[in-house]
């Protein structure tokens, strides 16, 4: 069964919403078919395909050891085939390394690990935003709610393309049909409104942990929503009186939220929310600032 969440279905989605509630333990889940999409762009390398699989296999056979056995297998893929882009703290490219590499806590402390990220805030045409809550899988801040879609832009050349954050824009849309199955036709590269950078560092478990520079990338859309259990435990449309509900919460310690949410919400969120209302987020567009947070 697939949930859609547009126009129409709103308001019903809205009101169930608002006579229960509840972001204590994980709520069934919205889709139960994965909808994996991988889209295949040219990497930079020049390694074929099938020689960059064998090594990746060969990789995480040597990694297979009693720290990363129980690892699900769908995560084991991405964290050792994805190449996440390094970038130095003015955003400029410096190399690239595994998913793996970059989010080991001990090489994040290297302070070689940086990468780019994005997160994506997708609100529908009642200006209701889009969260999710990350699958009991992930090996990085599992059952955490987060904002819409959080993911890399990885080293290939359609996601490095820099002009108009192009490339940026590009792996969004990818990571939108990934995690949550929406169509690229959906969601497309030029709605995105990117609105800031942010640069920040935190740990997950110990092993684990995130050193990012993160674009905020805001669109407004009605979409067709087919959560993938993969990656997506639940996902739901929030107001903001919800999304209050949600940090008080959360600040109980009754859920967790990502780090990376909670600076975006305590820093940008609600101001820029009136102007996702208003039709006006070019005129708070900080693009061109990179908020060390």
Not at 55 to 64: K, L
Request: proline share 5%.
């Amino acid at each position: 069964m697939s949930l859609l969440l547009n126009t129409s279905s709103a308001l019903s989605f809205s009101r169930s919403l608002a006579s229960s509630f509840s972001f204590s333990s994980p709520a069934p889940r919205l889709c139960l078919s994965s909808l994996r999409s991988p889209h295949s762009s040219l990497p930079l390398s020049r390694v074929s395909p099938s020689l960059r699989s064998q090594a990746s296999a060969a990789a995480a056979a040597t990694m297979g050891d009693a720290p990363d056995a129980g690892m699900d297998a769908v995560q084991r893929r991405l964290m050792f085939e994805d190449e996440c882009i390094l970038v130095d703290e003015s955003d400029n490219v410096v190399g690239h390394e595994s998913k793996y590499n970059c989010h080991l806590w001990e090489k994040i402390l290297t302070g070689k690990m940086l990468h780019r990220a994005f997160s994506v805030f997708l609100f529908n045409t009642k200006y209701e935003l889009l969260l999710q809550q990350r699958s009991a899988t992930k090996v990085t801040f599992p059952l955490v709610w987060t904002n819409t879609c959080c993911s890399h832009p990885l080293y290939r050349e359609s996601e490095l393309i820099a002009e108009n954050h192009l490339g940026v824009r590009n792996a969004a849309q990818r990571k939108l049909l990934d995690e949550l199955g929406i169509p690229a036709e959906d969601v497309p590269v030029d709605q995105f409104t990117p609105l800031g950078r942010m640069l920040y560092k935190a740990p997950s478990d110990g092993k684990w942990g995130e050193h990012e520079l993160d674009y905020l990338l805001f669109i407004v859309r009605d979409v067709n929503v087919h959560p993938n259990p993969d990656e997506v435990a639940d996902a739901r449309y929030v107001n903001r009186d919800q999304l209050k509900e949600l940090l008080k919460k959360a600040d109980d310690g009754e859920v967790k939220l990502s780090p990376w949410f909670r600076l975006v919400v305590e820093n940008f969120l609600f101001k820029w929310w009136d102007h996702v209302e208003k039709g006006t987020l070019e005129e708070v567009s900080e693009i061109g600032t990179i908020h060390k947070l």
